[in-house]
């Protein structure tokens, strides 16, 4: 990269703005990357610094890829030579809470946890929640369309998002940062930027929608003896709960007995089901709702839409039930080489997908090791597998993608595209779909300096 | 309009498909426009036949307007000479209903109310819900992204949409029929063709969410002195309803008064107070839900955030609650000429909002009359006017939309804005959004065939 081009991106960021050489190599990469390849860290203050960087970088044909908390996990903030990753870490303010319109207005750079934090305070609630909360950003959130855990009940990041600050390629500030949760004047242009990894724009401030806190929770674990059960009782607990489901977990069999195992997890239910959920509720009231918490699973049970059900009466039987979903480690270090997916497809399809996923795995590699949990109101499974060795990724990836080429399943629930997927695409998107979202790139982005190469590296005919 | 083109679409969709002359002007042509003036209505019977229609037009350069349940109140369905319009109306099917997965799959000129009866067989709910539920058809509801009266619990017509299928100006037909909450592979093209008022494409079929069906209900009026209460206390029944919370109508002093008046609905509350509010919770336990919301409704009178309030007890009740919210009759007939507005501004700003439109209409016209109601939790209010003559729509309009100037208010907040608010669009976005849309509009649609002039007319500088 050009010595006169770093000069002048340190003009506009100032010396301490920029991060080139040695210093690059040694920052966290994000998982699945060896190091940051980029030729430097720009790190603006401010979106007039941002749209000034990248105004520079298009005149100069310099791709630029924006990082956030790096905490993705399709690699889609990876960089190499040539390239200069962007960093919103130092716009990291929250700058409005406005209680009565429920809403705040922050910078893309606020961590996750911290704005979650920072809300509470007041009585309110950011309902988005997920693993990486303690180090992923807020633009990042928004960038990538995150989901997590409670999606059921307040929908993904795209729901949250109210009204957002975007810079263009050519260094176009496209403010609309809109605070209202009805507006319909024109295209609603921020859709375009919330799940777009960094390709079309970069978000440097968004309107977020807030929610009164809930101040009640009840939680279960149930196990069931088919997937049929568990499909049920989804939709009973859903209706017999009047709008407090707020999360419902599928762990199976694999996943539950290797977080349960000696020296493990302690096992609420015994180890010799199927298949197990974790079932969340949010509401108002503690007594009236853990009342009608039990009744609607009393009901699951006397009809059959499970087999056993334990009800958590602390928080430390709450945090031990929930133990067991989040604890990836004894997984991680049990599947060896450990391939993780996260792929979402009709609830109906999929009792005979899991089924599908592991003949194909085993046909291959007869002790494969997988393990299924996910978020099954939401159509999303993630899947734990250990087999095969550190290059038989393709071949993983085949028994566990091909299958929901028939289904019209999709190849990335939550977590994006980036590179990690880009040879997958084609199954979830059509040619028409990706030659539009091609002539969109093309209409914001003509020189491709954003996150190139990301998304839609794959464009050839057929699968990989 | 020639008539060799005439005869060709008679050879894609029949000759019963295609309406001209005469009988064109005898078909109800919407609110405020006087007839259809288009040369003809193509009624294609598949997405093949809309796909040919479309393409044998923008070959010809023949503008093409879309037309669903002629119940929008923009005149985004507006055709002239010259024109011909588009109507789904034989494209009426609901394909499926996906029970395990809560989805259905339907052809866009389904009627909202016959999905909605549909959908109850089920023992779900299709939640959105409008005025004009007995006409509007569902592809309308998706291009015009609809919002009505449960915004505040389900989200607007965007929230309820997975997948959909339209056909680009050119005839390229863009499957996109997703079936999952969660499909985070490429951009998610649906939100283009949701809310842009036919102009980016036509909507030819929709995957839609469906949710479990609520079985409890509890509906309220209350009275207040000040906006501020009932600010609070929207904020203090979202919280203490834990997740029922489905509707919180405003209705201010001069719309509950004329509802209310000699011969009129009867009053449940005495019609001295400034502002009024309908609350409704649905839940899935009525003893319990009922217990819940009374507690709630309680601590609201005791901390002073409502004056007093009214429970209905029975279904006739509830219905004589939403009467006097929903019955536009009255107004219509006392308001002299009418005009009607639907703008969305933060929470925080509408108290002051009122007060300068009623200002400044007095001011010019001191016997004007004025009511404010509105989706006070989605930020939406609605107001009747009736001042001035029928040559000052204008004049009408600088009062109402003028304000919204300052505090980056919508001059559309569900309504869109078709051809009746073109002149004010530039109030609510700014001219970096106005040139993004319209690079959108020329990638989707270089020829400009669809929905011509509707959206940006207006695209002159400053206000009209």
């Not at 996990?73 to 990291?92: D, F, K, Y």
């Not at 500030?173 to 295209?187: A, E, L, P």
């Not at 939401?378 to 899947?383: A, V």
């Amino acid at each position: 990269m050009n010595t006169a081009l770093l000069d002048q991106l340190r003009e506009i960021v100032g010396a301490a703005g920029v991060i080139a050489g040695s210093e690059v190599r040694s920052r966290y990469p994000g998982f699945f990357m060896s190091e940051i390849g980029a030729d430097a860290i720009v790190r603006p203050a401010s979106v007039e610094q941002v749209s000034q960087v990248l105004a520079l970088c298009n005149a100069a044909g310099q791709p630029v890829v924006v990082q956030g908390g790096m905490s993705g996990w399709v690699r889609a903030t990876q960089t190499r030579a040539g390239e200069i990753a962007l960093s919103l870490e130092r716009m990291n303010a929250i700058e409005e809470v406005d209680l009565a319109n429920r809403t705040a207005t922050v910078q893309a750079g606020v961590v996750l946890e911290t704005f979650q934090n920072h809300i509470e305070g007041f009585g309110l609630s950011f309902p988005l929640d997920l693993g990486g909360r303690g180090s992923c950003q807020l633009g990042g959130n928004a960038a990538t369309n995150a989901g997590g855990m409670r999606v059921i009940r307040y929908g993904m990041m795209r729901e949250q998002v109210l009204g957002l600050e975007a810079v263009l390629a050519d260094g176009r500030i496209v403010s609309s940062m809109n605070r209202m949760i009805k507006n319909n004047t024109g295209y609603d242009l921020k859709q375009l930027f919330i799940g777009s990894e960094g390709t079309l724009g970069v978000i440097t401030r968004l309107v977020l929608r807030l929610r009164e806190r809930p101040t009640s929770s009840n939680t279960a674990l149930v196990c069931a003896d088919s997937f049929d059960q568990i499909s049920r009782l989804l939709r009973h607990m859903d209706g017999a709960l009047g709008g407090q489901l707020s999360a419902f977990e599928l762990i199976d069999h694999n996943f539950y007995r290797t977080n349960t195992g000696a020296g493990r997890h302690a096992a609420p239910l015994p180890a010799d089901k199927p298949f197990y959920a974790i079932i969340e509720a949010l509401g108002a009231d503690q007594e009236r709702d853990t009342q009608l918490f039990e009744q609607a699973l009393g009901q699951g049970l006397e009809q059959d839409l499970c087999s056993d059900a334990i009800i958590a009466r602390s928080e430390r039987e709450r945090q031990g039930i929930w133990a067991i979903r989040e604890d990836l480690e004894h997984l991680v270090r049990d599947f060896q080489p450990f391939y993780a997916f996260d792929v979402s497809l009709a609830v109906g399809h999929m009792e005979a997908y899991m089924r599908e996923v592991t003949t194909r795995l085993r046909a291959r590699w007869p002790q494969g090791a997988i393990a299924f949990l996910g978020h099954v109101g939401d159509g999303n499974l993630h899947i734990a597998i250990g087999a095969g060795g550190e290059n038989d990724r393709h071949a993983v990836e085949t028994c566990v993608y091909e299958p929901l080429r028939a289904i019209s399943g999709s190849v990335s629930a939550e977590h994006g595209i980036g590179l990690e997927k880009a040879a997958w695409f084609p199954i979830s998107r059509n040619e028409v779909e990706r030659n539009l979202m091609q002539s969109i790139k093309l209409t914001l982005d003509p020189n491709g300096i954003l996150n190139p190469g990301k998304i839609f590296a794959a464009e050839t005919a057929g699968s990989p």
